[in-house]
């Protein structure tokens, strides 16, 4: 079945320095588009990021991801972290009919 | 004003209770999702719903019902709540089954 992964649980990274959250995906559908969610402490997941273009960066809040369909990654980068952006990090493709979450990876950024 | 959102915020219940945690969305969306969340395992589907009146089974519905009276309300029901049900639940929303989804603020429920 389609899955989602997620390798890093927890990365945590100084302020300032780059970041990046690893995606790989494995389909066995069709899947129209891949999504990176954000989830600060005590609130709801929320769209950070969404693709669904081989190769087209897409960028928001400073963060950006590239799918790349031969590799079948969606990685996450930030070239400078700061200490708002600690939060969990969900990395999601949409299926046949659903979204597929990965496991999430909670960034800490340290002063 | 919030989309989608849930009742209670919290809620301690007592092992072999009954919980009935409730979601109501305001983004006329057809599609309905209930999921768990604990640490180290993500979020989880429980039940969704892609109309009024009907429900299916997500990965982990075992101990769980769900409740799909109208489009804009879904609840999600355990009739015997258990210690291992201890966890944050979200409700979300979307308007096609592979589309971005919308979270309430999720219910943090404890069993004791």
């Known amino acids: 079945g389609d899955s989602v992964t997620q390798t890093e649980g927890l990365v945590t990274v100084t302020e300032g320095l780059p970041v990046k959250l690893n995606c790989t995906y494995q389909?066995?559908?069709?899947?129209?588009?891949f999504f990176w969610y954000v989830q600060y402490l005590n609130e709801a997941p929320q769209v950070l990021l969404r693709s669904s273009t081989d190769n087209k960066r897409t960028e928001h809040q400073g963060f950006h991801a590239t799918l790349h369909k031969s590799s079948s990654s969606f990685h996450l980068q930030k070239s400078s972290a700061q200490l708002s952006d600690s939060a969990l990090y969900y990395c999601a493709s949409s299926g046949s009919w659903q979204l597929i979450f990965g496991s999430g990876t909670q960034l800490t950024v340290m002063p | 004003e919030a989309a989608v959102t849930q009742s209670p915020r919290s809620k301690v219940a007592v092992t072999g209770g009954k919980v009935t945690l409730s979601c109501h969305q305001t983004?006329?969306?057809?599609?309905m999702y209930w999921y768990r969340q604990d640490t180290g395992h993500g979020l989880r589907l429980i039940h969704y719903?892609?109309?009024?009146?009907?429900?299916e089974k997500g990965d982990i519905p075992d101990g769980y019902k769900a409740s799909r009276p109208s489009q804009e309300n879904f609840s999600l029901i355990l009739e015997l709540a258990s210690l291992s049900q201890t966890a944050v639940y979200f409700c979300?929303?979307?308007?096609?089954?592979?589309?971005?989804?919308?979270f309430g603020p999720g219910t943090r429920l404890t069993v004791l």
């Open positions: 983004n006329n969306h057809d599609y």
């Open positions: 979300a929303s979307s308007d096609l089954g592979y589309a971005e989804q919308f």
């Open positions: 719903s892609y109309v009024a009146d009907s429900t």
């Open positions: 389909t066995t559908y069709l899947t129209i588009a």
